[in-house]
């Protein structure tokens, strides 16, 4: 998502702030570029620094430095004689960290190096493109107009996302009371009995002989999951029922362990999370499930403290407040269209060679 967005930028800024002020002025360069020709320089704004921009790069040092990279002198000039100066652009701190809080605020020191080279090279190419007048023309510019659509999209959902996270203390505790039953926190026993029993295909063996054996290895295992129930609520010990479950199962792993400790209901699939409303000590019924067969007993059960949940409620009622605010902005508006314009064309056909036959005698390898 971040790389989605510094190219985004990219394309959207940098182009601007390459262009030459011979076509239509732009800002002022992001970048500060060094010429080789003294008459070059007198051309462009960013191409030398005076006195006083000489004393800030004391305090605004240089963090990026293009060697190479500066405004070709015009035609006209060539011919003029000049003392050489050093070709580069340069990049003050200050320059590369308004772009980066442009972009992403706060964005890790890790990747701020990664994100450096994308940005370099983006001005590299942007300068080239430039040069050989890439930027002009109505494609680009209804190209800049997407970007700048797409821009200001971000920008509207930033400022959304900034609104919503405004969450009170009092939205906290109405939250935390409404939706009591997430933040309860319990210890369980489980024991889980798989679906069917472990088998060893055969070879040459029928379809029909396959499914009969599944269907009579699943019901063979329920059966096996309601004596394991029946012994639970007896006050079986969970770990040695499932050792028990494994074995008969015909499973060459080790059973797992029964102990579910400080777990929450939306750890759980929908359909099992009804053993929160378990009593101390109660035995679930046994809960079927598509790779097996689970059976609970509730150990304990506790609400999570309203401080210790704090953040996960701010968390949560941002993002819902977020999407409720871009769906009044989506719904504020009705869109329609000209279906005969942009009516479904048909599908073309897709014709694929037939795959070679293999010779005689010859399997074909399997893909990998």
Avoid at 46 to 66: L, N, R
Avoid at 221 to 242: C, I, P, R
Avoid at 292 to 321: C, H, M, W
């Amino acid at each position: 998502m971040l790389f989605r967005i510094c190219g985004l930028m990219l394309l959207s800024a940098m182009a601007w702030a390459q262009t030459d002020n011979s076509v239509n002025p732009p800002h002022k360069s992001a970048v500060s570029t060094a010429n080789s020709s003294t008459h070059a320089k007198a051309q462009s704004p960013t191409a030398s620094k005076s006195g006083s921009e000489a004393a800030k790069s004391t305090s605004d040092p240089a963090v990026i430095t293009i060697q190479g990279l500066c405004n070709k002198p015009r035609a006209e000039n060539k011919t003029a004689k000049t003392a050489a100066a050093p070709c580069e652009t340069t990049i003050s701190r200050s320059e590369f960290e308004a772009v980066v809080n442009a972009i992403q605020p706060g964005m890790p020191e890790a990747a701020r190096k990664q994100f450096a080279n994308r940005y370099a090279m983006g001005v590299v190419l942007a300068h080239d493109a430039h040069e050989q007048g890439l930027d002009r023309g109505p494609a680009f510019d209804e190209m800049m107009k997407l970007m700048r659509i797409q821009v200001m999209a971000q920008e509207l959902a930033k400022n959304l996302r900034k609104e919503a996270a405004q969450v009170s203390d009092a939205d906290v505790k109405a939250y935390y009371d409404k939706n009591s039953d997430k933040y309860q926190e319990a210890d369980f026993e489980r024991i889980y009995i798989p679906k069917t029993k472990q088998a060893t295909p055969k070879a040459d063996e029928k379809p029909a002989d396959v499914e009969k054996e599944r269907a009579a290895s699943e019901s063979e295992m329920k059966a096996k999951a309601d004596a394991l129930h029946a012994s639970a609520v007896a006050g079986g010990d969970f770990s040695k029922l499932q050792s028990d479950a494994f074995e008969t199962a015909g499973m060459k792993v080790e059973s797992p362990s029964t102990k579910l400790t400080n777990v929450r209901a939306a750890n759980f699939p929908p359909d099992q999370r009804s053993i929160f409303a378990l009593k101390p000590g109660a035995v679930s019924d046994v809960i079927p499930s598509q790779s097996g067969f689970f059976i609970y007993k509730l150990d304990s059960k506790t609400a999570v403290p309203i401080d210790q949940a704090r953040q996960e409620i701010i968390s949560a009622l941002e993002n819902q407040r977020f999407q409720e605010k871009m769906e009044t902005v989506q719904k504020s508006v009705q869109l329609s269209y000209d279906e005969n314009y942009f009516k479904a064309s048909p599908p073309v056909a897709q014709t694929m060679p037939n795959r070679p036959a293999a010779p005689a005698n010859v399997s074909m390898a399997k893909p990998k």
